[in-house]
């Protein structure tokens, strides 16, 4: 997609629109927001939207569109507060309303352009911070926005979020909590009603923290699409495996994470001769498994976790891996990270817990043990964020640093289609990738775009 040019023409900082009371300037992080690794996480939002025609009237709404969307911006911010503050000594942030970055820039193509053969290096310009943060400051700016018009009716809104706040459904909330806001002239913020247990359910320490540490490395992400027939036929595979055996019928979710797995770690076997040891980890909504009551999607903050399942060994070095082991490692780790485990990890062994859990992590990648990390965003509400001109008509995320990721989404549907797919965005080695692209395996269940 060579051409496409992205200019940013103007950035200003947008502050909540009114002062955060005395009594709130300081929050308390999580002990889960101090593991969070100080990142931003990236998404993307695109809209269509129908113009006059008239090129004169067309600039003047925009504007108007833009102006709306900061002022909306500012009253969103003064309902979660810490989003404009800055995060200090990895213990608390300072709600000072310093504000959010908001850029406006503009794209030299259509939308039509972008969306019918995305680019990640084309949408890595949309967003308005380097999600590759190498910065080790945890004094970062927790939110920044980049609006995006393009040259013939489509809007995109680019959105990077510190992950020391921000996991997926606190995004989720947030994003469709400043689109009712927007949408109803300010009326609707009351019905989103933000709160932040995590520090109560897990205090933070001020000793010595872990992080959940990611090498990065130099990689290459690809987006494949797993179509629902090609997802209904996968299941079908595994339970025709484990007639006798299997007593569950896998999920989507885990059906396509063991597919991708099975042919990462059949590029290990390929790149080397060998099968090289490896593990999967599957971030798991805590809020859902909190007890004795789940807690609303409301809930914000980081309130996730890790499961950890290791490949299951076959029986011989050339044996095929088979998908319905795999299958059974993820659901079986999944399972693990229920009620009782969140009950522990809020006991006064949390710590301990969370802190051995790292290390297992951690200390396997000297040993040449290759992690394969699997990120679910599929059942948020992402595609529902309506600004007033409607529902998203797609999004997505971008690039990763970090190889071995593997992130979801849910396919959108739009009009008589009603392809309840999945998106995958695999981030590798790009030698890794090229191998990993054209295993027969997944290409006869994905389609690249």
Known sequence: MEGVKVNVKAREIIKPSSPTSQNLKIFKLSLLDQIAPPLYVPWIFYYKISSTGRKESN????????????????????????????????LFI???????????????????????????????????????????????????VQVNIFSCEGMAIGICALHKLVDGATLSFFVNMWGAINASGGSAGDSFT???????LFPPRDLSVPRFEIPKAKCITKRFLFPASKIAALKEIVLLA???????????????????????????????????PSIMTHVVNLRPRND???????????????????????ATEKSPIELQDLVKQIRNAIKTID?????????????????????????LVPE????????SWAKFRLHEADFGWGKPIWVSTAGSAFKNTIVFIEKLTVGDDHDHGIEAWVSMDEQDMSIFEHNQDLCSFVSLH
């Open 368 to 375: 040449k043990v290759e992690v394969f990390r699997f990120i």
């Open 94 to 144: 300072e709600c000072n309303d310093e504000g959010a970055d908001f850029s406006e820039a503009e794209v030299n193509c259509p939308l039509s352009e972008i969306l019918r053969r995305p680019e990640v290096g084309v949408l890595d310009q949309l967003l308005p911070r380097d999600y590759r943060c190498s910065n080790p400051s945890m004094e970062l700016m927790q939110l920044a």
């Open 292 to 314: 004795p009551v789940p807690l609303p999607e409301s809930a914000s903050g980081n309130l996730s976790w890790l499961a950890i399942a290791p490949a299951p060994a076959p």
């Open 339 to 363: 009620k009782d485990y969140a009950r522990e990890m809020q006991g006064e062994n949390g710590f301990s817990l969370m802190s051995e859990c790292l290390r297992q992590v951690g200390d």
């Open 194 to 200: 933000p709160f932040f247990p995590g520090s109560q």
């Open 242 to 276: 484990n007639k006798t055996d299997i007593i569950f019928s896998p999920t989507r979710i885990e059906v396509v994470s063991a597919l991708i797995w099975r042919c990462m770690m059949e590029v290990s076997r390929e790149r080397s001769g060998c099968l090289s």
């Open 59 to 90: 600039a003047i709404e925009t504007q108007e569109r833009i102006n709306h969307l900061k002022q909306s911006l500012s009253q969103a911010l003064t309902r979660i507060s810490p989003l404009a503050g800055r995060v200090k000594d990895n």
